[in-house]
């Protein structure tokens, strides 16, 4: 009776209070699973403190009261059910068992089912401490999502070392291509003002691996080095450090100028390096586990070594040289490109490839060389980059995006677990058959490799529901999972964070996993079909809605016009032989496949070619016919969402159920928004009727006279 009414007690205050998002997947309400309630422990047995056992502890603590609707104590003697938490180090009874932690490393840990002194107890134990931490996240998440805890006999062990999240905050609190809000860290009132938000921050990403936060925006300010700075970030690597979460920085290539007072940044100039030599051990002193620079080198007017006619290795080993003796690491970023016309040799697709690999086994060893995932520039679809397989001596990571810049932004249901899990398993055929992304990064082919690692730039800011959108969190989940396994499904993902976020009633998860995996194909549907890419860059520079006129870009490569090329004789950009021949970069049999319409996905189909609209297509419609197809099934698929969510209803609280029906509408808007303008735009060049009796809603001038930043026109 006690029970019941305590049950009930919880479950009232559950059904109270607000869900707004905030919890993100730590929603320790009960887990629907009864049968759980009877395996899982009320004692927690922690031997031994730390920032981060006793992180550890809390939250399990947490988690078995909140799901179990129970409470639980710590103790530190073993009794029947008891968990047991720790490492050999820290607990006499994690050391007294046999435990297969040999392969788990610094970071991995084992959950088994066993008996200690005559009691069954369940171990979760690890090398480290932060270990423990993982084990007690990946504990809870089975009871979460309804799986079993009973007869537990596991290993885990993140397969990338380096996973961080990449803030592009500036210092003023604005967070460039952010649209949750502004930035978390709020520099003026630290160090003495801990917000709690940061602690809650490292907790988030720990509870999916994540292991740094580089701090500052790419587009970097020499401030953030300033003495003034470093106390501050020393105060945030204080709230982050029990939860596993590193502190890294963007340094500016000009900080010996801006700050310094010296009249150069030359990297391979004596007095700069000092300059250098003494700001790491500035932040070491500060920072004593500080994670590393990040670096954005020439490229968009960011300055560089090539500023002094040195070269991107120069730049890079100068900084690892000088973190080196402290453990720290370089995330050096290919995404680099010069004015065009320069030296270009390919197209812009084809730049990070031209500038990267002649320096191919040049890096120090405690360097990452980072490419975004496709060769362009975080496109809805892009093939994967080539440079991936073309660095057979460099240690490489992928950048994912996280924010959704090119991809709905703050608002549309865009799933990138699907972009993560696509780019991850492409076959470069760089090593043969199978020489997949994930192989490449992991190490598989480089002798050398002592280093892995991956890079996602962050969707957070200081929005209540942290990503600007319900659904926009499960994308930084993913990035955390992908990146402790970049071999993981994207669905198995999608459906963890589904049951972790809405609960497992079987008439909900399904739903919204489904609804989480057909989100990407749709909006690059009505976004940017068959290969096109930059339909949605404006002169505001925002992103958000179509603009395939847009043609006066100070450069012209920065405007839409230049990369779709529709024109009387048809649409697509032609990286073919017969064009810029970018696919030249692919090994084969990609460049072969690619290189020809006929075999090349239909996916990717007007990213290497340039076609006639009445090109036959595989489907047997005209090109022209297939686009609009393209546009109208992305529009049907938003509608499907719709379906699937109303459904939801009653189901899911209505406070997070009203706000993604918001999201779904607006979302809606903006597909048929692309659809229309963009069809009524290129209808000028294709000449040819619309299919099936449809028309775009206004004439193109409505969409031109559309200032930059509207929202979704009705
Ligand atoms: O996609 C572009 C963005 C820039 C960004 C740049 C980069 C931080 O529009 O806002 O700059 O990429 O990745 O460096």
Do not use: C
């Not at 549907?525 to 860059?537: C, R, S």
């Not at 958000?544 to 529709?566: Q, T």
């Amino acid at each position: 009776m006690r029970l019941l009414i305590a049950l009930l007690f919880v479950m009232a205050a559950g059904a109270a209070r607000a869900e707004d998002g905030h919890d993100l997947w730590l929603r320790y309400v009960p887990a629907g699973a009864p049968a759980q309630t009877k395996t899982a422990a009320r004692t927690i047995v922690a031997q031994g403190h730390s920032p981060s056992l006793d992180a550890a502890a809390g939250e399990l603590r947490r988690g078995l009261d909140g799901l179990l609707a129970q409470t639980t104590r710590i103790a530190d003697t073993a009794r029947d059910g008891a968990i047991v938490i720790g490492t050999a180090a820290s607990s006499p009874l994690v050391a007294s068992l046999k435990l297969p932690l040999a392969k788990t490393g610094a970071e991995g840990f084992v959950i088994k089912t066993t008996r200690l002194n005559g009691h069954p107890v369940t171990v979760i134990a690890a090398n480290r401490d932060i270990g423990v931490v993982y084990g007690v996240f990946a504990y809870l998440r089975r009871i979460q999502t309804g799986k079993p805890v009973t007869d537990l006999n596991i290993t885990d062990a993140p397969r990338l070392m380096v996973r961080v999240l990449d803030h592009w905050d500036n210092l003023d609190g604005s967070i460039e291509r952010g649209y949750a809000g502004a930035s978390l860290w709020r520099w003026q009132s630290l160090p003495p003002v801990r917000d709690p938000r940061y602690g809650e921050y490292a907790r988030a990403d720990a509870s999916v691996g994540i292991n740094g936060a580089v701090l500052n925006n790419v587009n970097s300010n020499s401030q953030i080095l300033s003495s003034a700075y470093i106390e501050k970030l020393a105060a945030l690597a204080d709230e982050f450090r029990p939860w596993g979460v590193k502190v890294w920085l963007v340094p500016r290539f000009t900080a010996p100028k801006d700050l310094g007072g010296l009249n150069t940044a030359d990297p391979l100039d004596p007095k700069v390096r000092g300059w250098w030599q003494a700001k790491v051990e500035e932040i070491y002193r500060a920072i004593p586990d500080f994670g590393g620079f990040l670096i954005k080198a020439n490229s968009e007017g960011v300055p560089g070594p090539q500023d002094y006619g040195r070269s991107h290795s120069d730049g890079a080993n100068m900084y690892a040289d000088l973190l080196k003796p402290h453990g720290g690491i370089v995330m050096y970023r290919a995404f680099v490109y010069d004015d065009p016309g320069k030296d270009w040799k390919w197209d812009r697709a084809g730049e990070a490839y031209r500038i990267i690999t002649p320096f191919d086994g040049k890096f120090r060893d405690n360097v990452l060389v980072q490419e975004k995932e496709g060769p362009l520039d975080f496109q809805a679809r892009e093939p994967f980059a080539p440079l991936f397989g073309a660095m057979p001596h460099t240690q490489m990571a992928v950048e994912f995006p996280v924010t959704k810049e090119y991809t709905g932004q703050g608002n549309d249901v865009a799933y990138l677990g699907s972009m993560y899990e696509e780019i991850y398993q492409s076959d470069t055929h760089a090593y043969g058959e199978g020489s997949t992304v994930a192989n490449i990064v992991t190490g598989k082919y480089n002798r050398a490799t002592v280093l892995t690692g991956t890079a996602g730039v962050s969707n957070v800011g200081n929005d209540r529901n942290w990503t600007g959108s319900i659904f926009n969190q499960a994308n930084w989940y993913a990035f955390g999972r992908f990146a402790w396994d970049p071999d993981s499904s994207a669905r198995s993902v999608g459906e963890d964070w589904a049951r972790q976020t809405f609960g497992n009633d079987p008439a909900v998860a399904p739903v919204v996993t489904d609804m989480l995996m057909r989100s990407l194909p749709a909006l690059i549907d009505y976004q940017q079909p068959l290969g096109l890419a930059f339909l949605d860059v404006d002169d505001r520079n925002t992103h958000y809605g179509p603009w395939p006129w847009y043609d006066s870009a100070v450069r012209a490569d920065w405007g839409d016009v230049y990369y779709h090329r529709a024109a009387a004789d048809g649409i697509g950009f032609d990286r073919s032989p017969t064009g810029y021949n970018t696919v030249a970069q692919y090994h084969a049999p990609l460049r072969q496949l690619w290189g020809k319409p006929e075999t090349t996905p239909d996916e990717l189909l007007l990213w290497f070619h340039h076609l006639p609209w009445d090109y036959r297509m595989k489907s047997g419609n005209t090109l022209w016919e297939e686009l609009q197809a393209r546009y109208h099934r992305g529009v049907s698929e938003v509608e499907a969402l719709q379906r699937s969510w109303a459904g939801l209803k009653g189901k899911v609280d209505d406070a997070r159920f009203d706000a993604v029906t918001q999201n779904l509408a607006m979302q809606h808007r903006n597909a048929v928004w692309f659809r229309d303008a963009e069809l009524a735009y290129f209808v000028q060049f294709a000449k040819r009727p619309f299919t099936g009796g449809y028309k775009p809603k206004y004439p193109l001038d409505y969409y031109k006279a559309l200032p930059p930043n509207a929202a979704p026109p009705d």
